[in-house]
């Protein structure tokens, strides 16, 4: 097995080439890219920078209204938000957005510059549960705004799903890293291997801070009744993770069955080609149709070479062996792998927090709980559940503390 | 294939078609040249030849682009003077090109220091066996002021040194004018009253392309310095049309021979070049992009050119459209043409919008909702502005409207 592959990013832009695809851009009137934008980066006015040769400004732009810009730029499902807006897709094709603002980040990496600044202090603190992509926004608006954060994070790293979960080819945890390091240098106080609600509690945070934000995420595996106990199962996130922390150390079999359809699914499904496993067959429920996982990442699944089966539900487990039947026709599959990887979704663990969910997320809109000092955000708010998505929850929830607080001393 | 007769006679010699290597880097030995004759160059001017004792020293490097966005050399700076081989190596040169080649138009490029240098190398290049005497009185990046530029801005010494090679060489002979000059009727008819048989126009403009934003210094560096130097390529082309169509319309220029030179990339280039009265064209920029190889479309497309527009002989499409360029004080300013907007192949990105009322007349309105433009056709004064933005073509010349208490028709005026 070799990780090459599994580590290597896919090539970016040249100076040359971003000033091709920047002049492909229609510079728009009224910009409906970054009017799709959730987290609102403003891919118009960048673009426009770039278009002008102004990197350091596109950099800023991308930066004040994004914490988390060069990891969007390589995991945003941009066919779903700006570049489905995209007014050049009526002459050709939209323009890479995402990868237009991967150059200019990488610019702003390789410039050194330091864009965000602390605000004034306030006096006012607040304390973040989970440093995921939510987690991070919010901290980084509150910072910028003066307030004082302390993140507390149950791994001994931070970023969430972005360090354990998203694999080295699509994020690199180079870039992961620095990102956190930004935030960090902004001014947050990042505190590992604490789980809050056992080895700290609420009510201390409370009384330490001026407002607490739940930011824990669907971090915990979600699995199906058929397979319990089962010893030939590991469930995506566990692998993912498992790769994610140590690729070389990953022993992988010749066949691999995949259950599962969402980006998750897809990421699983390419990861385990790209470490050479011969074999990846994944069976999903939804059908073609009605697929979860982003075009962009079905695609590059597809042309990694798994095998992609849609449609079908399992209906009986006998060891490694997993018999499925599809859901509208008269058919059945039995499938004998050396391993299985169940991708059905994630669930959030909230024990102790004092929180109430329905589905994994608040029953109702918004970040504010019944404790008028606790705050929800990310996966666990309503909405999407990508990333770019909490990094707009993540903002909007520290906007909002801003509003409730009112910033003042 | 379409085949068409792209032959030409230019001041009394016959070119098999017009296009020649311009006097520069590309042609700058045997090799070079012969290699641009087998690839279908009509004809080759060779590098300016110097007097044996002036010595080329060229420095490193020597070239710089200018480019917009991903385009590449929109325009090129050149530092390099002369021919740097010792001058019995060039005219040996030229008699084996000529050996080799005899069916084949050859140039000789000459530039002389003082009347008798000029009249000795004219003299040479006969002998060498050159069908064409080139005299470049316009490099303007020459180390001697005594050469170059400074004398081609300088009707007497023009006029001097045209005399001067007509007594060395009985060769027809034409004079390549600079463009760092305001009128280039004065020294265009200097050489003419010296014995010149016509023009090449234009040799490259002063330029400085870039600068180095943290060294404070033009681009090429050498040695922490710069030094102003020739710019050509496409972003000239409308200097040397201008400057040819100002010759061919001065009183007693009107069929004065040229050979056009400036940013010629396309046969489009090739042929508007002729339409304002050239009948040879001559290349480097475009070759140093893109190599000899480009006279295939160069050929080709003004062939297919020719046969669209019904002509048999090059020569009938020479200076066509000199006649149709007037003083602004004659233009017709009695009506406007109104921009016609098809909302089908709008896509609506605005850009008309934007440039309508940040560069011209606020006649554009905005429809939020649809994402379409519609133009006021009062405040619109028909500058089309918006249609030269306009990333999809969708907008065209519309109505033609008089203005208020013009006498005419609409309907008559060719648009």
Known sequence: MTIEKYQQEAKGYTMTTVMAEAARCLLCHDAPCSAACPAHTDPAKFIRSVRFRNFKGAAETIRENNALGSICARVCPTEKYCELACTRTEIDCPINIGGIQRFVTDFEQNANMDILKKGPANGLNVAIIGSGPAGLQAAATLLTLGYGVDIYEKNEKAGGYLTYGIPEYRLPSDIVDVEIQRISNLGANITYNVTVGQDITMAALKADHDAVIIAAGASVAK???????????????????????????????????????????????????????????????????????????????????????????????????????????????????????????????????????ENNELTHGGFHTADPKVFVTGDLAQGDKTVVVAVQKGKQTAEEIHRVLGGQN | ??????????????????????????????????????????????????????????????????????????????????????????????????????????????????????????????????????????????????????????????????????????????????????????????????????????????????????????????????????FSGKAVKPLALRFIQQMRDAEGLENLPISGIGGIETWEDAAEFILLGSSTLQVTTAIMQYGYRIIEDLTNGLMHYMAEQGVEHLSELVGLANKNMIPAEKLDRDYKVLPYIDWDKCIGCGRCLISCFDGAHQAITWDEATRRPTVDPDRCVGCHLCKLVCPVDAISAGEVVMKAGRVGTAASKQI
């Open chain 1, 223 to 357: 699995t199906l009744p058929l397979f319990a106990d089962n010893p030939y199962v590991q469930s995506a996130v566990d692998f993912l993770a498992e790769v994610k922390s140590n690729p070389a150390g990953v022993d992988l079999p010749t066949n691999v069955l995949v259950i599962g359809g969402g980006d998750v699914a897809m990421d699983v499904d390419t990861t385990l080609k790209l470490l050479d496993v011969k074999n990846v067959t994944d069976v999903v429920y939804e059908e073609f149709a009605e697929f979860k996982a982003s075009d962009k990442e079905l695609a590059g699944t597809q042309k990694q070479g798994v095998t992609i089966v849609d449609g079908y539900v399992p209906t009986a487990v006998n060891g490694n062996t997993v018999t499925f039947k599809h859901r509208q026709l008269n058919s059945e599959l039995t499938i004998e792998a050396d391993k299985i990887i169940l991708a059905v979704g994630q669930q959030a663990d909230v024990t102790n927090l004092g929180i109430e969910l």
């Open chain 2, 1 to 230: 294939m379409i085949k068409k007769d792209l032959s030409i006679d230019f001041m009394g010699v016959h070119f098999e078609n017009p296009f020649c290597l311009s006097s520069s880097p590309v042609g700058n030995c045997y090799e070079m040249c012969a290699k641009a004759y087998d690839e279908g160059w009509g004809g080759v001017v060779f590098k300016t030849i110097g007097p044996a004792d002036f010595e080329i020293d060229e420095v490193s490097p020597r070239f710089d682009e200018l480019t917009k966005e991903d385009t590449p050399f929109v325009g090129f700076k050149n530092m390099e003077q002369i021919a740097e081989h010792p001058l019995e190596e060039n005219l040996a040169d030229l008699r084996r090109l000529k050996d080799a080649y005899p069916n084949k138009v050859l140039i000789a490029s000459i530039m002389g220091t003082n009347e008798q240098t000029w009249e000795e190398l004219a003299g040479m290049v006969e002998a060498a066996g050159a069908d064409m005497i080139e005299m470049n009185l316009s490099c303007p990046q020459m180390t001697s002021h005594a050469m170059g530029s400074d004398v081609g801005t300088n009707p007497e010494l023009c006029k001097k040194y045209c005399e001067a090679v007509k007594r060395g060489s009985k060769l027809p002979m034409m004079a390549k004018m600079t463009p760092n000059i305001t009128d280039m009727v004065i020294p265009a008819k200097a050489c003419m009253a010296g014995g010149a048989d016509g023009i090449a126009a234009i040799n490259t403009v002063k330029s400085i392309a870039n600068v180095d934003l943290d060294r404070k210094i033009g681009l090429p560096i050498i040695n922490g310095k710069s030094s102003i130097s020739g």
